[in-house]
């Protein structure tokens, strides 16, 4: 039996623990990465990359927008097609115009730009729009990413030694055991395996919460912002329904890729076509004109979702060298740098930036 010695290994090379792996080896610690597939497949290949502040509550709000500020700092390579495009939240009726103004207030409260748009406005910043909606809110300092590729470069960067195509059986004391029947022995252990976290860590309050995605042939010009109906987050809060909405976003190669649906105790991978129909009806009922353009590719993925849709960041109550970096659904390619940032400052007994205390597991573990 082959044994490697760390101060740290990472279990899962998507785009949370690609980011975990590349600050710790920032700060001079040497880390395994051991990921069963590929670099950033799971749920970062099926996420839009949207690099987006949210305010479904204050500690979502703090996470989001501490690691939107991380993101703007980096030096991104350009395959990871890093557009500045920004977010427009659309109010397809009053009761949705006042959400948006609600937002308006509580992201300008906290010092981020935004700007209410009218129907008029609207428009005009979005041709392609259908006619009749009331207006918006655009958050012009959102962006989009290539996730995959983003987490390529952070492992890259990290210089750790991976170990790809190779499954972890089991968390143990010291470490991991492979179940080729090696081990690797570490002082720090991370499960950050999304989804599939409570298979290695049992008892975590962790669901798989299956979504679709179709992307376009290249149309430059169609789509200038990512824009998401207000009503997504009426869908985004139902933790049990099936839901759609409509979600979609400009890439760099002028493909558009379309969101967004969410399914709950669904362990199979493959296209619901029931679900995937009614997700590409929503996204025509907002930009008529995608009736006419050509899709070539649609796929599913499975977000790691918790009961308050905040992630676990921090280390397990009763495994003290373990740490958890999981539960992130929809916002794991936003927030992977801050999670990053908060997993080294506990690791490190340092002061982190925000408080850690609504994003630890104990929170969730203690009830489970």
Same mark, same amino acid.
Request: proline fraction near 5%; charged fraction near 20%; include cysteine.
């Given at each position: 039996?082959?044994?490697?010695?760390?101060?740290?290994?990472?279990?899962?090379?998507?785009?949370?623990?690609?980011?975990?792996?590349?600050?710790?080896?920032?700060?001079?610690?040497?880390? =395994?990465?051991?990921?069963?597939?590929?670099?950033?497949?799971?749920?970062?290949?099926?996420?839009?990359?949207?690099?987006?502040?949210? $305010?479904?509550?204050?500690?979502?709000?703090?996470?989001?927008?501490?690691?939107?500020?991380?993101?703007?700092?980096?030096?991104?390579?350009?395959? #990871?097609?890093?557009?500045?495009?920004?977010?427009?939240?659309? =109010?397809?009726?009053?009761?949705?115009?006042?959400?948006?103004?609600? *937002?308006?207030?509580?992201?300008?409260?906290?010092?981020?730009?935004?700007?209410?748009?009218?129907?008029? !406005?609207?428009?005009?910043?979005?041709?392609?729009?259908?006619?009749?909606?009331?207006?918006?809110?655009?958050?012009?300092?959102?962006?989009?990413?290539?996730?995959?590729?983003?987490?390529?470069?952070?492992?890259?960067?990290?210089?750790? $030694?991976?170990?790809?195509?190779?499954?972890?059986?089991?968390?143990?004391?010291?470490? #991991?055991?492979?179940?080729?029947?090696?081990?690797?022995?570490?002082?720090?252990?991370?499960?950050?395996?999304?989804?599939?976290?409570?298979?290695?860590?049992?008892?975590?309050?962790?669901?798989?919460? *299956?979504?679709?995605?179709?992307?376009?042939?290249?149309?430059?010009?169609?789509?200038?912002?990512?824009?998401?109906?207000?009503?997504?987050?009426?869908?985004?809060?139902?933790?049990?329904?099936?839901?759609?909405?409509?979600?979609?976003?400009?890439?760099?190669?002028?493909?558009?890729?379309?969101? !967004? !649906?969410?399914?709950? $105790?669904?362990?199979?991978?493959?296209?619901?076509? !029931?679900?995937?129909?009614?997700?590409?009806?929503?996204?025509?009922?907002?930009?008529?004109?995608?009736? *006419?353009?050509?899709?070539?590719?649609?796929?599913?993925?499975?977000?790691?979702?918790?009961?308050? *849709?905040?992630?676990?960041?921090?280390?397990?109550?009763?495994?003290?060298?373990?740490?958890?970096?999981?539960?992130?659904?929809?916002?794991?390619?936003?927030?992977?740098?801050?999670?990053?940032?908060?997993?080294? =400052?506990?690791?490190?007994?340092?002061?982190?930036?925000?408080?850690?205390?609504?994003?630890?597991?104990?929170?969730?573990?203690?009830?489970?």
């Amino acid at each position: 039996m082959n044994s490697n010695a760390y101060d740290m290994v990472v279990i899962g090379a998507g785009i949370v623990g690609a980011a975990c792996a590349a600050e710790c080896a920032r700060e001079g610690l040497s880390v =395994a990465i051991v990921e069963a597939g590929i670099i950033g497949g799971g749920a970062t290949a099926a996420g839009m990359g949207h690099l987006v502040v949210m $305010d479904d509550s204050e500690a979502q709000f703090a996470l989001t927008r501490y690691s939107q500020q991380l993101w703007d700092e980096m030096s991104l390579p350009r395959e #990871v097609e890093y557009d500045a495009c920004g977010t427009i939240w659309i =109010a397809a009726d009053d009761e949705e115009m006042a959400e948006a103004m609600r *937002k308006a207030k509580f992201y300008s409260d906290r010092g981020v730009r935004v700007e209410v748009l009218d129907a008029q !406005s609207l428009a005009e910043a979005e041709p392609n729009l259908r006619p009749g909606l009331v207006g918006g809110l655009r958050v012009p300092g959102d962006s989009v990413i290539y996730p995959p590729c983003a987490a390529q470069y952070f492992v890259e960067s990290s210089g750790a $030694d991976l170990f790809l195509g190779v499954a972890v059986g089991s968390v143990t004391a010291d470490g #991991v055991r492979l179940r080729d029947g090696s081990a690797i022995s570490a002082g720090v252990i991370v499960n950050a395996t999304g989804s599939w976290a409570p298979a290695l860590t049992p008892g975590l309050a962790v669901k798989k919460r *299956k979504g679709h995605l179709v992307i376009t042939d290249r149309y430059p010009g169609f789509l200038r912002h990512q824009l998401v109906e207000l009503g997504y987050l009426k869908s985004a809060h139902s933790v049990t329904a099936d839901s759609v909405a409509f979600n979609i976003q400009p890439r760099r190669t002028g493909q558009l890729l379309i969101g !967004s !649906s969410r399914q709950y $105790d669904v362990d199979e991978p493959y296209v619901d076509l !029931s679900i995937l129909t009614r997700m590409l009806d929503r996204a025509v009922e907002y930009l008529p004109g995608l009736r *006419k353009l050509s899709s070539l590719r649609t796929w599913t993925g499975f977000r790691a979702a918790t009961p308050d *849709k905040l992630p676990l960041i921090g280390p397990h109550e009763e495994h003290k060298r373990l740490y958890l970096a999981t539960g992130h659904e929809g916002l794991g390619i936003t927030t992977s740098l801050a999670t990053a940032k908060l997993l080294v =400052a506990q690791v490190m007994n340092r002061e982190p930036a925000i408080p850690i205390a609504p994003y630890l597991p104990s929170r969730v573990t203690q009830h489970a």
